[in-house]
């Protein structure tokens, strides 16, 4: 519209001044053509960029795995301990074993930034064990409750 708007005034401006001569309309419209020509390199450009951003994005969260560490868009920092391709969603654990920890199901969308897996030369080899690894036993809040009560209950005899 306003392409058209200043094709006409430079017409009409054109044709008052020197009688219309077809340089200036030409010049006109090669004007407004590269105008038009680089409206459109931007948008194939920008376009492009997108698409590539998505495309990386995909591959980001194509990538995850049980066990990765990851980042959410709002902040919670967990790892990934269960992955639902039919929802599209992934549960992280978040907290620590003194405080408790917490699952959380979130959205394959929602993953902002996955924590880089540190590399193979920095990590140290692993001797191979035939046993398992033993764990450390980690107290509930009832097994306190419970070895709290027996021992008030020794303490009374």
Known sequence: MFLLKLLSSLESSSSAA???STKSKVM???MIGGFILLIVVFFWYSSRNRKKQQQQAMDMLNSIKVGTKVETIGG?????VEICDEDNTV?????SDSLGKT???FDKKAIGRIEPAPD???????EAKDEAPEFEKVETAEET????????????K
């Not at 549960?91 to 907290?95: A, K, P, S």
């Open 18 to 20: 020197s009688g219309g």
């Open 28 to 30: 006109s419209y090669v």
């Open 76 to 80: 919670v920092f967990g790892v990934v």
């Open 91 to 95: 549960v992280l654990e978040t907290g």
């Open 103 to 105: 699952y959380i199901r």
């Open 120 to 126: 193979a030369v920095q990590a140290a080899p692993v």
């Open 145 to 156: 409750l419970e070895e709290k009560a027996e021992d008030s209950a020794k303490e009374e």
